[in-house]
């Protein structure tokens, strides 16, 4: 296993909720910015969210803004994703991963999870 491990994908009907988790190990520094990105077929990776090491600040990408939410256990060194209101367009599959900085861009990202497969149907 690497340094982020995701969990929690699975199927759900449209309307539905999940919650995903992101456990990291210590490798992985508390002070780090985590994030949470989907990829779709056809589709280019996207930036789904993302939280800083204090949890203070979170962005969202438009499409889940106020059905997604982000925040971070800094005990556990966990970071979950709670998904609600569920699309057929959030089928993908969710990555978390970590980096330095709070605006890195999708290649600033150092570590990146295995990745955890949602699927919504209708």
């Known amino acids: 296993q690497g340094p982020l491990v995701e969990s929690g994908g699975g199927l759900v009907q449209a309307g539905g909720s999940l919650r995903l988790s992101c456990a990291a190990s210590g490798r992985i520094l508390s002070t780090y910015t985590w994030g949470w990105f989907r990829h779709s077929l056809g589709k280019e990776r996207e930036f789904v969210s993302n939280?800083?090491?204090?949890?203070?600040?979170?962005r969202y990408a438009e499409s889940v803004k106020g059905r997604f939410t982000i925040w971070r256990d800094i005990a556990t060194n966990t970071v979950y994703l709670e998904m609600k209101n569920l699309t057929l367009e959030d089928t993908a599959v969710y990555y978390c991963a970590a980096t330095p900085e709070f605006d890195s861009g999708v290649g600033e990202y150092d570590y990146w999870g295995q990745g955890t497969e949602v699927t919504v149907f209708s």
């Open positions: 939280i800083n090491w204090s949890g203070g600040r979170t």
